[in-house]
């Protein structure tokens, strides 16, 4: 630990030689009549292309100042939305000190007849309303970049290393495409896949739902929303790239991505294939289409905590383990009908191909002993996934929305597995040799229709229908061949196979009806109605011998869950403050039945209502500053895989089997959220508290057998759980040093319950972590970026203190990248993970240091050359460590190790060409 604390140490401390003597620019922006102007835009532009070198933003009183600016020659541009821009040209002699520029006089933009603009020039910011617009060519950017580098750039827009996207201090959770759906709603998807030279305008807002969009009354939701504006000559031919690379130990990567978009059409293409463990898409695509337990992205280390269903990941990094060999491909239309009539359909699919090399260890804590496993395990999955996407919206006329969309999902797994496994308790020995083959097969449709309907003669009158439709099938076929070596010392080898087919589908019906009571107060009714229904068939046959052969009773089980749910709330709505309150009843009816050989054998039927409470506030106190306040209660009633007692042979050692008599459990949930983002400073502050209390609670109940080493699980409702978590960040500029600092704070509890051989376990875990990152704020030339996360974690159990547990992780990275010009650029990345678990001797330490240099060549940069390599200390390790109430372990995996790759990408552009100076200042005269 000290020695990753005094590195970042270090390195910060090198950073800070950069500083450099500079000066600061004042002055106000004020319009015709001398009247201030706050929010205005004050820009520092590079003269020879007009890119922005630094930037301000006036205060309520209209001043402004934009500190440490080099010495250098400059053009000063003051913007305000409506009025003309103003320029003063400065030049190096006027930077010897500190340059007070007095006040600047905008005036109204000249307007034609017909109210078009006809003098004006793009200012490089601009704050329209809660709108915040970006010039994209008052950024420089490199032929190679992408979105996400362009973003990077911006004031306001932070990246982080996974791709996600802050602004003005939150998450952004959708990216849009000329107002159309890119891919869904993954905002990764644009943002590494579109080129940086192809946007025009970076647009950033809270957008609003469909419903409050169109009928105009508040409900309070806000999605943080980036709208990518694309420059008209990308709209009127076809541009993309393609790649491929190949390198030692046998890698390579082959990618691509085409996209012809227009004022009315959008398509887009994206595809790659390759064996260095890239998905080609980001981890929430990757999801829709995985069937295995694997885990995501380039590896290195992981610690899992589990206590039944109350699970405490602490993931280091995103662990993929095996030889991976994996292929995507994207495909995505958007298409205007006419305004307000938008279609969006998306197609991807995914494939992989992986081997798993596995060692692991394992002790088990008993009433009766410790129970000791050591297995191997030789793994080869393939999984293929295909899905499908659509989205329609059409406004009817002025007081009628349609909205549609529909999903669909494919997915095909294989997998052959060979283990050997030796479970020891005390003189007491078993093994077990197994080979197991497996296909499963798995189909995922829903769909959904909803209406809007808004009043004509009363304002804010409005109301909604929505139906949804939902299906889920799936047939899995295992075979298993186990040798078994009781510790009687009788040995039993088994043939088995087992079927399962599992069928759900789900209908809901939900309706409500707002009306105005007075000014900005709503009552809203709702009324819902669900029916799910769920069953899975089991077939079972198990072969001892030619002559021994057991066909195990063919096995049903059925869930048919009905649920009736009424609300009334009351809203209030304002420029600064959207409050509703309100009380929901919801009465729900579960049928578990469970049949062998067509004959019914057991069944359970519960009848129970709850009652729904719920409130919510969003308060805005000024620019940039906003509290969100929650409560809501909802029901979780047990899937049928928790219900069906289906008889489980494919492990002799551990029986699996679930309860008809399980009943739904009833949470509470509670959210507060408080931000405060200074768009003149780029400083933000933000606390998000989370607290959810679950009554009735389902946990599974342990059981075992010392003498035959048997394990048996069911779960079962037992008391209740918590959880709460608190986040705090901080994030601003050291404008001296031309840095940005973030800082983070998390604090977790929580408590839950198990049942270990009849015995009540009760775990109460706390987590304390931190983090820091800094990274430079002029991104021209150098781009970097160093950080440090450490969290402590506590478990203790009730029922075994010598299990409690104590873990701490340390984490450092640093990210660099030197643009040396444009023909050449150096990057490197560094990860150094630190894990230390009071249950093992040895800490664990993984290294990852990845390197690579690129060279632009051919006409207008359409060609590179990288050269890359990675894991250049050859330290990469799959090791996963993993605890819970009665249970320590840990497993070393093969994991994608040390290779060099060159690789070629060629862009193509079949689209008009830009002038970046074109217009530029053409109708102005500087001061």
């Known amino acids: 630990m000290k020695n990753l604390i005094t590195l970042f140490i270090c390195i910060c401390l090198s950073l800070s030689g950069f500083a450099q003597e500079k000066v600061s620019i004042t002055g106000s922006v004020v319009d015709s009549a001398g009247v201030a102007m706050p929010s205005s835009t004050v820009s520092i532009l590079y ?27 400059y053009i000063l541009q003051a913007s305000y939305l409506g009025f003309s821009n103003t320029f003063w040209k400065i030049s190096s002699a006027d930077l010897s000190g500190d340059l007070d520029l007095g006040p600047i006089v905008l005036k109204l933009k ?134 491929g690379g190949y390198g030692t130990n046998d890698r390579y990567e082959f990618a691509g991505s085409g996209f012809k978009f227009d004022k009315k059409l959008q398509l887009s293409a994206i595809g790659k294939l390759n064996n260095i463990n890239d998905y080609g898409f980001s981890i929430s695509d ?197 040798n078994t070596i009781t510790p009687q010392n009788s040995e039993i080898s088994e043939n088995f196979f087992r079927e399962d087919a599992q069928d759900s589908w789900n209908y809901q019906l939900s309706g409500a009806w707002n009306e105005p009571l007075f000014k900005n107060h709503f009552i809203e ?60 009843v919801s009465g729900i009816e579960m049928e578990n039945t469970y049949d062998q050989n067509s004959e019914e054998v057991d069944a359970n039927t519960l009848n129970k209502s709850y009652l729904l409470p719920n409130f919510r506030l969003r308060h805005r106190f000024g620019q940039g500053r906003r509290l969100n306040l929650s409560y809501n209660t909802n029901v979780n009633y047990p899937n049928i895989s928790r219900v069906a007692p289906l008889v489980d042979l494919s492990s002799p050692l551990s029986l699996n089997r679930g309860n008809l008599n399980l009943e739904p459990e009833y949470s509470h949930n509670g959210n507060l959220f408080f931000m405060i983002y200074d768009q003149f400073s780029f400083t933000s502050f933000f606390i998000n508290a989370r607290y959810t209390h679950t009554e009735n609670s389902i946990v599974n109940a342990r059981s075992f057998n010392p003498q035959t080493l048997v394990q048996e699980i069911e779960p079962v409702n037992f008391k209740d759980r918590q959880n709460m978590e608190v986040s705090v960040s901080f994030s601003t500029p050291i404008k001296k040093l031309g840095l940005m600092v973030n800082l983070g704070l998390d604090e977790g509890y929580s408590t839950g319950y198990s049942l270990i051989d009849g015995q009540e376990n009760l775990l109460t875990s706390f987590s304390h972590g931190g983090d820091i990152s800094i990274s430079n704020r002029k991104k021209d030339k150098i781009e970097a970026e160093l950080g440090f996360a450490l969290n402590y974690t506590t478990s203790d159990y009730s029922i075994n203190s010598a299990q409690n547990t104590n873990y701490l992780s340390q984490s450092l990275f640093a990210d660099a990248a030197w643009y040396i010009n444009d023909k050449w650029i150096i990057s490197s990345s560094l990860d150094v993970t630190n894990y230390e678990n009071s249950q093992f001797a040895n800490a664990v330490q993984v290294p990852l240091w990845s390197a690579e240099i690129t060279h632009n060549f051919l006409a207008g940069n359409k060609g590179s050359l990288r050269l890359k390599a990675f894991d250049l200390l050859n330290k990469n390790q799959g090791v996963e460590q993993f605890t819970s109430e009665n249970y320590i372990g840990q497993q070393v995996s093969n994991i994608l190790s040390q290779y060099f790759m060159l690789s070629f990408t060629y862009k193509f552009r079949k689209a008009g060409t830009e002038d970046p100076m074109s217009g530029f200042m053409k109708m102005h005269k500087m001061r």
């Open 47 to 73: 003269p020879e292309d007009s890119t922005l070198a630094y930037f301000g933003i006036t205060n309520l009183e209209g001043n402004f100042t934009i500190s440490n600016v080099k010495q250098g020659d």
């Open 525 to 584: 009714f709702e009324g819902s109605y669900l029916n799910r229904f769920s069953n899975i068939a089991r077939d079972q046959e198990l072969k001892q011998s030619e002559q021994n052969t057991q066909t195990v009773p063919s096995e049903f089980a059925e869930q048919i869950v009905s649920e009736a749910q009424a609300k009334v709330s009351w809203k209030i709505t304002g420029d600064n403050t959207t409050f509703s309150a309100g009380l929901g």
């Open 110 to 243: 000249a307007v034609n007849l017909d109210g078009v603009e006809i003098t004006g020039t793009q200012a490089p910011i601009l704050i329209k309303a809660d709108t915040v617009e970006y010039n994209a060519s008052s950024f420089r950017s490199k032929p190679t970049d992408n979105v996400e580098n362009l973003l990077k750039k911006m004031p306001g827009i932070e990246v982080d290393r996974d791709g996600t996207i802050k602004a003005q201090g939150e998450e952004v959770k959708k990216v849009t495409v000329d107002g159309k759906e890119f891919f869904g709603n993954d905002p990764k998807m644009a943002t590494k896949n579109l080129p940086a030279d192809a946007v025009d305008k970076v647009q950033v807002f809270d957008k609003q739902s469909d419903a409050a969009e169109f009928t105009g009354v508040d409900d309070g939701e806000r999605t943080k929303t980036i709208n990518l504006k694309l420059k008209e000559d990308k709209k009127k031919g076809a541009f993309g790239e393609v790649r």
């Open 286 to 482: 990757y999801l829709n289409f995985q069937t295995g337990g694997a885990g995501f992205g380039p590896g290195n280390m992981s610690f899992t905590f589990n206590s039944d269903d109350n699970s405490v990941p602490l993931n280091f990094g995103q662990n993929q383990y095996g030889n991976l060999v994996s292929g995507a491909l994207g495909l995505n239309s958007s298409y205007e009908i006419r305004k307000g009539n938008d279609l969006s359909v998306s197609y991807m699919f995914n494939g992989s191909d992986r081997g798993t090399q596995t060692n692991s260890t394992s002790t088990q804590f008993t009433r009766q002993g410790e129970i000791q496993n050591t297995e191997d395990e030789s793994k080869s999955d393939a999984n293929y996934g295909h899905a499908t996407n659509l989205r329609w919206k059409n406004d009817v006329d002025s007081l009628t929305r349609i909205i549609i969309t529909g999903s669909a999902n494919i997915t095909d797994a294989n997998s052959d597995l060979r283990s050997f496994r030796i479970t020891q308790n005390g003189d007491q020995q078993s093994t077990l040799d197994r080979d197991l083959t497996s296909n499963s097969d798995g189909l995922v449709m829903n769909s959904n229709a909803k209406l809007i309907r808004k009043s004509a003669s009363k304002i804010g009158r409005n109301v909604n229908g929505e139906v949804s439709l939902g299906l889920n099938q799936s047939l899995a076929n295992t075979n298993w061949l186990n």
